[in-house]
């Protein structure tokens, strides 16, 4: 931030003295983008635009900007204008692309990539092209077009016999999506992996492992991730983070900022040392090397791409990986997956390319949230006061079409009844919901993304909470179960599917576990229509939702694994 601001003031001055400079202000426009100042470099690039509406840098410039204002279908019909003008600039080609990947119109981002590459195959175009996944799939029958067409776009990057300098910033994108499609990720996520490291041959640095310290001495752990703060990763962590044994212990963050939020404040004050990283990869990996750590721990992989390219390198003697996003990551120098046993299936080491740790027990230490006051305001998203609500509180991404029929049963045979669903950027899953539920839509309602309060009210004030087979919920189970509502659960054939087994499991309430997707139904419609049934449900689970809760003995099961995995490194 301070270099853009010095690069701002010398630009500044510089058009103040000779404004005949060439694309000088789209430059001032350009740094006030990088540092936020959204509504400065919009009136910069208006006022070019309106001098010459066909100039291409100010036209991708402000879809830039227009994007990062959270107005899309702005920043991609800029975009189109650039590349219309100027068919063969680079940039404004690859930004329409990704914009519209990021819009959810999967085959129109794939359909430009495609048109880019055959005039451009350099291996950053190949790869973002590659790259392209649906945020919300259309259709079961589509997720094997993705998967064939993502793995044959790594094929061709890894034959390109082109070299990648820096992945993270040449690239940028993740394959985050790609885990919801309900399959096994192994070889795909080694197939990727295995073509950065021909590419980018720079991610396998091996740093010099000094030798382990002699005993007496404590353990050193350091928690990887730029999701420790008020994100599920931070609230799934904070707890490990505190009640770590100090004494055999020492624990520390590395993370790519700071957010400042409660949660990154709480975690940050009680890591030993937080260090900072800057995101450039040889940099950061120079910093994590100098601490000398004997454990590198990521609480999650894969939801961004700064941690997913630093994990390549080997930096620690130990090198783990945990369920913050609950995939494997294909990435040979990642030594542990850290699960629990109660998550995962009987042969779920096939779904790894790590070694897969299954810790004795839930998998966290979390703290129970606390029940706010008052009632969910039905009104404020016009939810009708006098019907049963069914709620599914997860992100839109998450719901797999194999689940679609499951709720059109549900609510055919509960037809007093609401489904309520959180507005995550959700146009793409309702387009695909009318043309599933049929009549049963009319019964769909969106509400906005809530506070937490609100979320834990609407939790409270809902019937019924369904859980998705194929993506369960993690944060979103600990919570709802925390106000005693019942959730309907069918384990799926993943770990990521398993997660509120669980924790029904760790509470011996097992009254909500289907077997198959028709008795998840019969479970659902009856706690809508049996009042006494729910009722009693409701507070069975009241009764046994505190086991969930502060489990030490998460802590000591996470402690055992660091002290075994150094001591195999020591043998």
């Known amino acids: 931030q301070a270099r853009y601001k010095e690069a701002l003031e010398y630009l500044e001055k510089a ?11 789209q430059k001032i426009a350009a740094i006030h983008w990088q540092l936020e100042n959204y509504d400065k470099a919009s009136g910069i690039l208006e006022e070019i ?51 519209l990947q990021e819009d959810g119109r999967a085959d129109a981002a794939a359909a430009q990539f495609d048109k880019y590459e055959a005039t451009n195959s350099s291996v950053e175009v190949i790869l973002l092209n590659a790259l392209v996944l649906p945020v919300v799939l259309e259709s079961a029958d589509e997720i094997e077009k993705w998967r064939n ?84 990763v931070g609230h799934l962590n904070i707890g490990y983070i505190e009640h770590l044994d100090r004494e055999k212990f020492q624990v520390d963050i590395i993370c790519p900022g700071s957010v400042g939020d409660p949660i990154s404040e709480k975690i940050e004050s009680t890591a030993d040392a937080v260090h900072v990283v800057p995101r450039y990869l040889d940099k950061a990996r120079a910093m994590i090397v100098e601490q000398n750590y004997d454990i590198l721990y990521y609480p999650d992989i894969g939801m961004e791409t700064f941690s997913y ?12 990986v945990s369920w913050g996003h609950p995939v494997t990551t294909g990435i040979a ?12 299936p009987v042969n779920a080491q096939e779904a790894y390319s790590e070694n897969l740790i299954r810790l004795p027990d839930v998998g966290g230490y979390y703290y129970r949230p606390i029940k706010p006051e ?19 509180l997860q992100s839109c991404f998450k719901f797999h079409p194999d689940f679609d029929p499951i709720i059109k049963d549900i609510l055919n045979r509960a037809p007093d009844a609401v489904l309520v669903l959180i507005d995550f950027a959700s146009e793409h899953l309702a387009e695909r919901l009318k043309r599933t539920l049929g009549n049963a839509y009319d019964r769909v309602h969106f509400v906005r993304p809530l506070l937490r309060d609100d979320f834990l009210r609407l939790a409270s004030e809902a019937n019924v909470l369904l859980d998705i087979p194929q993506w369960a919920g993690g944060r979103t189970s600990y919570e709802c ?91």
Do not use: W
């Open 15 to 25: 058009a103040a003295l000779d404004t005949t400079i060439p694309d000088l202000k």
């Open 333 to 344: 120098n990642i030594d542990y997956f850290v699960s629990c046993d109660l998550m995962e």
């Open 49 to 99: 635009l309106r001098e010459v509406p066909n100039d291409v840098l100010a036209l991708n410039e402000l879809g830039l900007v227009r994007k990062s204002q959270g107005r899309i279908h702005d920043a991609i019909a800029l975009f189109q204008k650039a590349v219309e003008v100027k068919p063969d600039f680079d940039l404004a080609n690859k930004n329409l692309g990704t914009a």
């Open 149 to 232: 067409r993502l793995a044959e776009g790594m094929t061709r990057a890894a034959s390109s016999g082109q070299i990648l300098d820096d992945p993270l910033h040449q690239i940028g994108r993740d394959h985050f999506h790609l885990a919801y499609h309900a399959c096994n990720d192994k070889h795909i996520q080694e197939h990727i992996a295995e073509t950065y490291q021909k590419l980018a041959p720079t991610l396998l640095a091996q740093a010099p492992i000094k030798k382990r310290r002699g005993g007496g001495k404590r353990i050193k752990v350091a928690f990887v991730s730029s999701k420790l703060h008020n994100h599920t």
């Open 374 to 392: 008052g009632r969910f305001d039905r009104s404020r998203d016009d939810l009708p006061e006098d019907r049963p609500i069914i709620a599914c």
């Open 309 to 320: 390219f630093l994990a390549f390198a080997r930096m620690a003697p130990v090198q783990a």
């Open 481 to 571: 179960l925390a106000m005693g509502t019942p959730i309907v659960h069918l384990p799926g054939k993943f770990m990521r599917g398993r997660h509120t087994l669980a924790f029904y499991e760790t509470m011996g309430v097992l009254d909500c576990v289907a077997k198959n997707e028709q008795q998840y139904a019969d479970i659902a419609v009856r706690l809508i229509k049996d009042h006494a049934f729910n009722k009693s449900l409701s507070e069975k689970i009241s009764l046994n939702v505190n086991k969930l809760f502060k489990r030490q003995s998460a802590v000591t099961a996470l402690e055992n694994f660091f002290v075994e995995a150094i001591e195999n490194v020591r043998s």
